[in-house]
Nanobody, 120 residues
Framework: QVHVVESGGGLVQPGGSLRLSCAAS????????MAWYRQAPGKQRDLVAG???????NYGDSVKGRFTISRDSDKNTAYLQMDSLKPEDTAVYSC??????????????WGQGTQVTVSS
């Protein structure tokens, strides 16, 4: 069984920073790709940033230059450093891990999400 757990959300003022963590645990054979998505009320879920097992990254246009994704492959953990936060960054941030569990097939596992609120 595989679990994905996010942490690090909260309330921050505009211009501030937050760091989110996403840890995948359990019977993992190989972890290929980890990504952060976000969904604001009444809006669709969008990709924020993703990172492959060999460190290649991609970002949504609205966060380029402000957010940085990284990972510790030994720990199956991805991090999202969010700087220069804006009120429009307010959303529920969810982590997805695209991996192969032991004895299984390539599957996407989702965390429960963490709220990020940017407000003065």
């Amino acid at each position: 069984q595989v679990h994905v757990v996010e942490s690090g959300g909260g309330l921050v003022q505009p211009g501030g920073s937050l760091r989110l963590s996403c840890a995948a645990s359990g019977s993992i054979f190989r972890n290929y790709f980890m990504a952060w998505y976000r969904q604001a009320p009444g809006k669709q879920r969008d990709l924020v940033a993703g990172i492959t097992s060999d460190g290649r990254t991609n970002y949504g246009d609205s966060v380029k230059g402000r957010f940085t994704i990284s990972r510790d492959s030994d720990k199956n953990t991805a991090y999202l450093q969010m700087d220069s936060l804006k009120p429009e960054d307010t959303a529920v941030y969810s982590c997805a891990a695209n991996l192969v569990p032991i004895g299984g097939i390539l599957t996407t596992y989702w965390g429960q999400g963490t709220q990020v609120t940017v407000s003065s």
